[in-house]
T-cell receptor, first 111, second 114 residues
Framework: EDQVTQSPEALRLQEGESSSLNCSYT??????LFWYRQDPGKGPEFLFT???AGEEKEKERLKATLTKKESFLHITAPKPEDSATYLC????????????FGTGTKLQVIP | EAGVTQFPSHSVIEKGQTVTLRCDPI?????LYWYRRVMGKEIKFLLH????????ESGMPNNRFLAERTGGTYSTLKVQPAELEDSGVYFC????????????FGPGTRLTVT
């Protein structure tokens, strides 16, 4: 069974203080690793898809990287508007589209 | 372009009652998914439609849950009879046939069973 573990559970940063969120996964044949952002009372918002080890994707202050066992979401010089819960999910090599989510990292960026 | 919409946003029912949740995907999206998040746990997959057909319903917890997708457009998820452990947030997501992996989520329906 696919498993996704995210750490830390919560992270508090000062504005401008860069950091990284971790997503460790166990999956039978990775077909995709996804990062989502979720704001309170809203559904997850798609950020990135990574498919193979060594791949990197960037969007504004966010950069996602992937190894064979984990993914990192690097946040450079965060702003208060980056405060949200960041979710990691994986899809395995089975024939279906379902994804397995982690429990997320709740990020708070303080001005 | 309108996003994924869900109705109602919140439902409070008593144990044993029936509730029907509705999801309207992004227009033109063939793929529709239902997920659930119970308190303190991760979001879990329930099922996946391709147009009007159930592609994967391996995450459905039991036969008290029935999902339908009429004509390949909107979908409903009925819980009958509801139990206390069914409480949680039910999310719907959709994706296109060409960019399958980019799933767009709705705001969710918070279901409380008392």
């Amino acid at each position: 069974e696919d498993q996704v573990t995210q750490s830390p559970e919560a992270l508090r940063l000062q504005e401008g203080e860069s950091s990284s969120l971790n997503c460790s996964y166990t999956v039978s044949g990775l077909r995709g690793l996804f990062w989502y952002r979720q704001d309170p009372g809203k559904g997850p918002e798609f950020l990135f898809t990574l498919y193979s080890a060594g791949e990197e994707k960037e969007k504004e202050r966010l950069k996602a990287t992937l190894t064979k066992k984990e993914s990192f979401l690097h946040i450079t010089a965060p702003k208060p508007e980056d405060s949200a819960t960041y979710l990691c999910a994986v899809r395995d090599s089975g024939g279906y589209q379902k994804v397995t989510f982690g429990t997320g990292t709740k990020l708070q960026v303080i001005p | 372009e309108a996003g994924v919409t869900q109705f109602p946003s919140h439902s409070v029912i008593e144990k044993g009652q029936t509730v029907t949740l509705r999801c309207d995907p992004i227009s033109g999206h063939d793929n529709l998914y239902w997920y659930r998040r119970v308190m303190g746990k991760e979001i879990k997959f329930l099922l996946h439609f391709v147009k009007e057909s159930k592609q994967d319903e391996s995450g459905m917890p039991n036969n008290r849950f029935l999902a339908e997708r009429t004509g390949g457009t909107y979908s409903t998820l009925k819980v009958q009879p509801a139990e206390l452990e069914d409480s949680g947030v039910y999310f719907c997501a959709s994706s296109s046939a060409t960019v399958v992996y980019e799933q767009y989520f709705g705001p969710g329906t918070r279901l409380t069973v008392t």
